[in-house]
């Protein structure tokens, strides 16, 4: 057993005085000692945290004890270390940034797609009319994704609605979305039943749930995690590695974000390239004057 653990979670609540909570949860989690990123918004919350066995109980504890936000289904990884090297408590707009909390047919907390469970989806992501959906970030997919899954040409969420015209001719066939955790696919299939596809399910607990509870079956590459692990495998069934680094294209499930700060892009780096470019995407960035150093992780904190 390991010393630590990362939780990853959300959930689609009213919660009312949400900046006030914001403060109240900010000031909990410094009592006990986490580390980690947590969004708090009318709309709900969403946070990845990591601390020792202890703490991640009391904060699960408290969580499950608010009659507002009980019943969390927690995503718990055993890790060597704090996956964070810091804690930051926002209020936002949005738990995840869709653009379209204005619009008042996607709400997950009234209507979203169908949840299947894990082993549900392994069984029937491969029927005939059946289409997997991701809908995350290309950086992300680019990474790992599912075996024959649609994948969208998009940079972040919030780029999501803008690709209906590419997605109208599935309509009449049974789309399966699925995330990192799920949180994603609450507002895509939410968006998706608003503008009349009929048939929409989602990955209940994402792809961290369905590498505890179907071994990662299908899942090809390593899954994108917004903690300082960056990648982390899912497979245990039928691996493969199927990104390669940017600068020499040989296989590699090694992620970074480039050092240069005022690019940050997210790419794969294998080891020995992410050496001799000092975690970097490109010559330019290497001699930018905003190069942040590199240790090997390629992981730097937002705040």
């Known amino acids: 057993m390991k010393p630590f653990r990362t939780l990853l979670y959300y959930k689609y609540a009213r919660i009312s005085n949400a900046e006030a909570f914001c403060l109240e949860h900010q000031a909990f989690c410094e009592r006990i000692g986490i580390v980690g990123r947590i969004i708090v918004a009318d709309e709900g919350i969403n946070g990845t945290i990591s601390g020792t066995i202890v703490q991640c109980q009391k904060y699960m504890d408290k969580l499950n004890a608010d009659p507002v936000l009980n019943g969390i289904d927690f995503k718990v990884d055993e890790v060597d270390e704090p996956s964070f090297m810091a804690l930051h408590v926002r209020f936002k707009p949005e738990i995840v940034h869709s653009g379209l909390r204005d619009a008042a047919l996607v709400d997950p907390t009234v209507k979203t797609g169908i949840h299947l469970e894990p082993k549900e989806f392994a069984k029937m992501k491969d029927e005939d ?16 994704h599912f075996k024959n899954a649609m994948r969208l040409d998009i940079d972040n969420f919030r780029e999501f609605p803008e690709q209906l015209n590419a997605i109208q001719n599935l309509k009449g066939k049974k789309i399966l979305t699925y995330c990192t955790g799920g949180i994603k696919c609450e507002k895509a299939s939410a968006f998706l ?111």
């Open 129 to 144: 009319d059946v289409v997997v959906l991701d809908v995350r970030s290309k950086y992300e997919h680019e990474l790992g």
């Open 193 to 303: 039943l608003s503008q009349g596809f009929e048939n929409v399910y989602q990955l209940h607990g994402g792809i961290v749930k369905y590498g505890k509870e179907a071994q990662g079956k299908d899942f090809e590459g390593n899954c994108y995690v917004f903690d300082k692990r960056v990648s982390v495998p899912v497979n245990s069934v039928n691996p493969n590695v199927v990104s390669t680094c940017k600068v020499c294209g040989t296989l590699s499930t090694h992620m970074v974000n480039c050092a240069n700060a005022e690019c940050n892009e997210h790419f794969v780096l294998c080891e020995t390239c992410g050496w001799e470019m000092d975690g970097c995407c490109s010559a330019t960035c290497k001699a930018a004057s905003a190069k942040r150093p590199y240790d090997g992780t390629g992981y730097y904190s937002r705040f």
